[in-house]
């Protein structure tokens, strides 16, 4: 393929935007290479500025559940464009996506919706502490929660320390709140607990990690997490914003059958329009402003266009509840495929799958944690990512990324993937 184009933009977007990218894994640092630069997209495919088609296995990194450009949101969209933007007002449209989202979702009463990920996540952190009147919290090593300060962290010299800045500009005050725990290790969070007793407003994980590649929680960990927080007198909160109805119409609480006392939300509540939200039962979010004293405010939060997209896909999907098995069927023969693919041919290779996620790990079993993710051989993962793309197949540009499938893609585009990844193993 020819990247002529995208070589020439990323070089004119380097003079004007730090790295030539608005968000760091777009750069292409950690396989090499310069990032391609996309121009359109439809179904289950995107196209790039030199004219390149892809099949897509990002869709926008989880929201594009329904594919690109779907009739049904494109046009909804386009009506409510009609009667304006942005308002800066309360709207129907903000009640009644609530309402769906709410009558999804059985444990939660109210919902605020906010602009991003990041922005839930922060947010659902601060009215946790305001809740608990308690300053610290637990997260996972390698899970993300935005690039709020508190969630900017690494781990110390074992699971009882306090984190560490992990990015310049955030203080050691901020960090020095946040505690690590190790994924799919109670014992871990559990150490942390005994180490600092009635100090511990929230812990807060992806239901299932999506950022250190997909590694779904092993069998009991949540629960056994719901206990311990309920035996701690802190609050559960689920990081949803990936697996919020795309795991399952109630996400991954109803997947798993494991209740969050906050749940954050992202992605497919937007249809591929910026929107974040945070929701839990009612004593807990009378406590944000203008009810309570937690304070939280955004001028563009649930902005008209946002909340168009995000309700018409949320109702497409509550129409068509068989969309979930068909992803989840097509992620699950990939993933076998896949996995046989290479080991016949003596690779080793571990693939995560859960739902309508999944990730490649070479050179290693299973992956359960960041250390095992850490392990495996990225080297590999690169040289498969390009020549993947330079046949036609866009993948995350990351070994620690979450490949999305959407309902778009079927037995065509499966096919295509099985036939490119035989040609790679036959070039190395």
């Not at 960990?221 to 949803?240: A, P, R, T, V, W």
């Not at 850490?374 to 990324?401: C, R, T, V, W």
Request: glycine share 8%; proline share 4%.
């Amino acid at each position: 393929m020819i990247f002529k184009r995208s070589r020439a933009l990323f070089e004119e977007a380097r003079k004007y935007i730090p790295g030539g990218v608005n968000s760091p894994v777009r750069a292409f640092k950690s396989v090499g290479g310069t990032p391609i630069f996309i121009k359109s997209a439809k179904g289950a495919y995107l196209t790039d500025e030199d004219g390149n088609k892809y099949i897509d296995y990002i869709n926008s990194w989880g929201p594009m559940i329904l594919g690109h450009n779907h009739t049904e949101v494109v046009e909804a969209v386009r009506k409510q464009m009609q009667n304006g933007f942005s308002f800066g007002t309360p709207t129907e449209l903000e009640t009644e996506i609530a309402k769906l989202i709410t009558s999804f979702v059985p444990n939660i009463d109210k919902i605020r919706m906010v602009n991003s990920g990041t922005e839930a996540c922060m947010s659902a952190i601060r009215l946790a502490r305001g809740y608990t009147s308690r300053n610290k919290i637990i997260k996972f090593e390698g899970c993300y929660h935005g690039h709020s300060d508190s969630f900017l962290i690494k781990a110390g010299s074992g699971a009882a320390t306090f984190g560490n800045p992990n990015s310049p500009g955030v203080t050691n005050g901020t960090a020095k709140d946040t505690l690590l725990a190790r994924y799919n290790d109670i014992d871990s969070v559990q150490s942390l607990f005994e180490n600092n007793k009635n100090e511990i407003a929230a812990v807060i994980l992806e239901p299932i990690a999506g950022n250190m590649g997909c590694v779904p929680p092993k069998k009991d960990f949540l629960k056994q997490l719901k206990l311990l927080c309920k035996d701690n007198q802190s609050l559960l909160i689920f990081d949803e914003v990936m697996t919020g109805f795309r795991a399952k119409l109630g996400g991954a609480q109803d997947f798993f059958n494991v209740q969050a006392d906050i749940v954050t939300y992202g992605k497919i509540i937007g249809g591929g329009m910026p929107v974040g939200a945070f929701a839990a039962r009612k004593e807990i979010m009378d406590f944000l402003s203008p009810e309570g004293k937690v304070y939280q405010a955004g001028t563009l939060s649930g902005n008209p266009i946002a909340m168009c997209a995000g309700y018409t896909t949320l109702s497409i999907l509550k129409s068509d509840l068989d969309i979930y098995d068909r992803i989840t069927q097509t992620t699950k023969i990939l993933s076998t495929e896949l996995k046989a693919i290479f080991e016949s041919a003596g690779i080793q290779i571990c693939i995560n799958q859960c739902t309508s996620m999944l990730t490649l790990f070479f050179g290693i079993s299973e992956v359960s944690n960041f250390d095992d993710a850490s392990k495996a051989d990225h080297d590999m993962f690169n040289k498969y990512f390009h020549f993947l793309l330079e046949n036609g197949i866009y993948l995350p540009p990351s070994g620690y990324e979450t490949w999305f499938i959407s309902d778009c893609i079927k037995e065509d585009e499966i096919d295509k993937t099985l036939t490119i990844s035989k040609k790679f193993i036959s070039s190395i």
